[in-house]
């Protein structure tokens, strides 16, 4: 049965009556706020990139779980497919009629659910497919093990998924070495359920999560290469252990890559010579080697027969995560890049209390509304934006560079605003020689605060209020209330 029985969305009708119209100001805290205009933005770069490059796109909606991002993610050019990824069921299953609706136009639809095949999904999947038709539905395999549950959801819903071979590019989540001997122990039975007409083998698929851990552009767009490099070793391998097996009716193989770095960074391919403080990096000999490398590299792939495909998630809405990755120049990924934010409430300060002799505060968002994730440019859980404190200008140069308030502790409900620096100036600077606080804030103010990871952030809210920059002098107004799909 559907998720949306037992996990129905939070009331959009009612919300809206409650709250569009007002100022976040007046809105309870802890609180999701999405900047629409930041969102449009991100996400026609991301199409833009991919239509220029003439590479295929695949949205993953795990992060925001709305229908109103999927739209913008997948654009409204008619003749553009509506690819997108799920990392549960309830996504699918809240998405279907918007899905529905793009497919009743005429435009191509597929869903690929983001984990490995299990029996469990077979019947809600199902019920994708039966409602999308023939193509609608695509599924992971790195187990042998996978494809009697892959023949289970073709008998249940009459529609044959699409299925590609996950390539662990070292993470070690999921997936199987493009060159190893387990590969071809899953691909040959996958392509025995093909012959079988049970599955259509459509590619390779891979996450290069270490990419989180890069630096530069240069390192992301590299990164990015290793995944198509690998999909592709994995892809000649398939298809000769398919002549092999007398397949011969192989689809040209899909290799899809990318976690958000290096989605990113496709698109120095177009943005090289951006007008910008990062122009002695786009000149670097070593990011034009790249650059003209992963050029060459998806050539190659088309020339093969085969066909690249972009993927990535929290691209839309961005964090400190993605800033800290540096993967594209600051004209596309800086602090005003950023969509999401929490609304948060100061409860208490305490002079003197921090490191140092400086004061720390304590804001209503602790665990449970931030997350538990780290950002490797910085000690703490988020940053304190300029939003709601006078004075405060916007942090100049990197996540790395920053000085300020950040939620340096917290508990479940309890975060701890401390004054600290990003380890770069830290480490140029001993903790006695950071500048005092350039503003205190007060009990009852309202600051907001950018979190490190979206995707775990924006799970803990049932709805975003939502804000558009793009309209001045209204810059606080809620336009608008999205509603998430909740459960698994």
Same mark, same amino acid.
Request: hydrophobic share 40%.
């Given at each position: 049965m559907s998720s949306l029985t037992y996990y129905p969305a939070s009331p959009r009708k009612e919300l809206i009556a409650e709250y569009v119209g007002k100022s976040i100001r007046d809105v309870p805290t802890p609180a999701a706020i999405i900047n629409v205009a930041a969102v449009?933005?991100? $996400? =026609?770069? &991301?199409?833009? %990139? $991919? *239509? =220029?490059? *003439? @590479? !295929?796109w695949r949205a993953h909606v795990k992060t925001h779980k709305t229908v109103e991002i999927t739209r913008l993610q997948v654009g409204d050019d008619a003749a553009f497919p509506v690819n997108i990824v799920i990392s549960t069921l309830a996504e699918g299953e809240f998405l279907l009629q918007a899905l529905k609706e793009y497919k009743s136009q005429g435009r191509q639809v597929n869903v690929l659910y983001g984990l490995p095949i299990t029996a469990n999904a077979v019947d809600r999947l199902a019920a994708i497919a039966s409602a999308l038709g023939e193509g609608s539905v695509s599924i992971l395999l790195d187990d042998p093990a996978q494809l009697p549950v892959a023949a289970k959801l073709r008998q249940a819903? !009459? #529609?044959?998924? /699409? %299925?590609?071979i996950k390539i662990d590019m070292g993470g070690k989540r999921a997936g199987v070495a493009a060159d190893s001997d387990r590969l071809l122990e899953v691909a040959g039975a996958a392509l025995s359920a093909h012959r079988n007409g049970d599955i259509v083998l459509a590619g390779l698929y891979s996450h290069a999560g270490q990419s989180y851990g890069g630096d530069s552009?240069?390192?992301?767009? *590299? &990164?990015m290469g290793a995944e198509i490099t690998a999909m592709m070793v994995g892809a000649d391998r398939i298809k000769a252990q398919a002549a092999e097996q007398g397949v011969s009716s192989l689809p040209a193989l899909i290799l899809s890559g990318g976690a958000s770095p290096t989605a990113l960074s #496709?698109?120095? @391919?177009?943005s090289q010579h951006d007008d910008d403080d990062d122009a002695q990096a786009a000149s670097s000999p070593e990011l034009q080697a790249e650059v003209q490398s992963l050029t060459t590299l998806f050539g190659a792939v088309k020339s093969s027969g085969h066909v690249v495909e972009i993927h990535a998630g929290v691209y839309p809405t961005l964090d400190l995560q993605q800033l800290a990755a540096h993967s594209m120049s600051a004209s596309r990924l800086s602090w005003g890049d950023i969509a999401l934010t929490v609304l948060a409430e100061v409860h208490g300060t305490y002079p003197g209390r921090g490191e140092n002799g400086t004061p720390e505060a304590l804001v209503g968002a602790g665990g449970l509304a931030l997350g538990r994730e780290f950002c490797k440019a910085y000690d703490g859980m988020a940053m304190v934006t300029p939003w709601g404190r006078p004075g405060a200008s916007p942090p100049a140069g990197d996540v790395e560079d920053y000085e300020g308030w950040t939620v340096g502790r917290f508990s479940q409900e309890h975060g701890i605003l401390t004054w600290a620096a990003g380890k770069r100036r830290a480490s140029s600077k001993t903790a006695a020689a950071l500048g005092p606080p350039s503003d205190m804030v007060? #009990? !009852?103010? *309202? #600051?907001k605060l950018w979190?490190? /990871?979206? $995707?775990?952030?924006?799970s803990h809210f049932g709805w975003y209020f939502v804000v558009d920059e793009d309209q001045p002098g209204k810059e606080d107004e809620i336009v608008d209330i999205w509603t998430k799909a909740r459960g698994w």
């Open positions: 449009r933005r991100n $996400c =026609s770069r &991301m199409l833009e %990139a $991919c *239509k =220029s490059l *003439k @590479l !295929g819903s !009459g #529609v044959a998924p /699409h %299925a590609s552009r240069a390192a992301a767009i *590299k &990164m #496709v698109q120095n @391919l177009l007060e #009990v !009852g103010q *309202k #600051v979190p490190n /990871h979206a $995707c775990i952030t924006s």
